[in-house]
C-alpha cells in the first residue's frame, strides 16, 4: 500500500490500521524513517550467533519489558519512508528464509541511520503475535558473511558447533555452501 506522504506500508492479513493514524504518525515525526506496531511483530530474534561474535553484541539490544527488540520487526506491521528504501535497498534475495532477509535488511537499516519508533497504529488491544521460524543456520551465517567477513564467518563455525547450537555437520555443510555463493547486492530501486 502506497501513501501520499512518501511511505510505505506493510500490513498483514486480518490486521487493520485506526483511520488515519499513520497519516498523523508521519506528519508528527518527520526525523523518524521506520515506525511499527510491536503487538503484532514475530519472536525470532537475533541470530543465535551473534552471542558469540565480538562485533555482533553490539546489535544484540535488551528486550524491553514488553519482551521486544527490534530484530523482531516482521513486515506484518510496517511504515517505512520511501527514501530509506531507495537509499539502503529492500530485502537480499540471497536468504533463503523471509526472517534471514529481514534481519539482513534490519542491520542495514541500522548501520545506515534509519531512526525505528514503535507506535501503536493498528487496531485493537489485543492482537497476536505470530509465530516465526528462527533462522536457518545457513541464513545464520549468510548474514554473518554479508556484513562481519570471511574471518568472523570461520569463528562462527567453530564457535557454533562447539558452543551446541547446532550438530557439526550440519553447521559444516550450511558453511560449506555459504562459503561457495558469492556476495549478492542488493538492488536498490
Known amino acids: 500500500m502506497d501513501s501520499s506522504h512518501g511511505a510505505i506500508v506493510f500490513l498483514g492479513k486480518d490486521l487493520i490500521v485506526k483511520e488515519g493514524e499513520i497519516e498523523e504518525i508521519i506528519r508528527n515525526d518527520q526525523a523518524i524513517s521506520v515506525w511499527y506496531d510491536e503487538r503484532a511483530t514475530h519472536p525470532s530474534g537475533a541470530p543465535r550467533v551473534t552471542q558469540l561474535l565480538s562485533p555482533g553484541i553490539y546489535f544484540n539490544l535488551p528486550l524491553t519489558s514488553a519482551g521486544f527488540s527490534i530484530w523482531n520487526i516482521s513486515l506484518d506491521c510496517l511504515v517505512i519512508k520511501k527514501e530509506v528504501i531507495h537509499a539502503l535497498g529492500f530485502l537480499n534475495p540471497s536468504f533463503t528464509t523471509v526472517e534471514g532477509a529481514m534481519v539482513d535488511w534490519i542491520y542495514r537499516l541500522l548501520y545506515g541511520g534509519a531512526l525505528m519508533e514503535p507506535v501503536e497504529f493498528l487496531q485493537g488491544n489485543s492482537i ?41 555437520g550440519e553447521a559444516w555443510k550450511s558453511f560449506n555452501r555459504v562459503t561457495k555463493e558469492g556476495n549478492i547486492k542488493v538492488p536498490i530501486p
Not at 497476536?128 to 549468510?142: G, H, I, Y
Open 128 to 168: 497476536e503475535p505470530k509465530t516465526s521460524n528462527r533462522l536457518t543456520v545457513a541464513d545464520e551465517f549468510r548474514y554473518i558473511k554479508n556484513r562481519l567477513g570471511k574471518k568472523w564467518l570461520l569463528w562462527s563455525l567453530f564457535r557454533y558447533s562447539w558452543g551446541g547450537l547446532t550438530p557439526w
